[in-house]
């Protein structure tokens, strides 16, 4: 009891009045409700909201760098297939160009044979044709030069065997 009276005596002593003390604690037993329902609850639910929008955006922002870094790795290998196509592509076109370039020159030597080969023929042929030519004008040299010397006109016969004679001697 002297506790009790003690507290009494300090009860009296700060001015602690029993139903005033009663009636602050419920009054601050509904306002702690009040604040629990109408201010707390809100607020903490709209803390909760955003802590999760914040977890929900972290775990996006970790899926959007790995998304990245596999389109990257994706870009790069890509990129790589693309080069190796490429060089392979250039290695084609070198190997065409080259067998191309062989395949032309090959046709540039047949050509030029075969322009050589006719020019051949051609200065064979007009080689051939000069000559006769030559033995027909050496013919007739021969024929007028005996008829001039013999005095006498020759007939066709006569000109003919002069010129196959001369003819003759003029191939041997």
Known sequence: MTFLASSGGIADQFGLELPKLIA????FG???WVLKTKAFGPIMAMLEQRRQRIADGESKLEKI???????EANAKA???EANIEASRLVKDANESA???AERKQQDAVHEANQIMAKAREAAQLEHEQLMSQLKREFGRMVSDATSRVTGKVLNSDDQN????????QVSL
């Open 24 to 27: 602050q604690v419920i009054i």
């Open 30 to 32: 509904i306002v702690f």
């Open 65 to 71: 760098s790995k998304d990245l870094a596999e389109a």
């Open 78 to 80: 890509r990129i790589d």
């Open 98 to 100: 080259k067998a191309l």
């Open 161 to 168: 065997r002069i010129n196959q004679e001369t003819t003759a």
